[in-house]
């Protein structure tokens, strides 16, 4: 299975970036989908998450500013990054679980100037 991130760029604070993830196989299969995000020198934590059944769940720091969504027919899981500040700014990686595995993009850098 392989996942491709992209939508990643230089945005002012205040802007917004929409990444998205184009994987490889049937998402409808997926357990769930979601998006992490790495700042510089800090371990990777998670950003975004969406199940089968379409439940979401967000960071604290993005709830109300970032949006997740699948489209099960193109095979792909969006992020929506709107009024972005620059603590945003980071790698950003795509993942979808289909246990018992976790298949994992190559990340698309987010950097937010202020």
């Known amino acids: 299975v392989q996942l491709q991130a992209s939508g990643g760029g230089l945005v002012q604070a205040g802007g917004s970036l929409r990444l998205s993830c184009a994987v490889s196989m049937d998402i409808d299969r997926a357990n769930i989908a979601g998006w992490y995000g790495q700042r510089p020198g800090n371990e990777r934590s998670e950003v975004a998450v969406i199940s089968k059944s379409g439940n979401t769940n967000y960071a604290d720091s993005v709830k109300g500013r970032f949006t997740i969504s699948r489209d099960d027919a193109k095979n792909t899981v969006d992020l929506e990054m709107n009024s972005l500040k620059p603590d945003d700014t980071g790698v950003y990686y795509c993942?979808?679980?289909?246990?018992?595995?976790?298949?994992w993009g190559q990340g698309t850098l987010v950097t937010v100037s202020s």
């Open positions: 993942y979808v679980l289909n246990l018992p595995r976790t298949y």
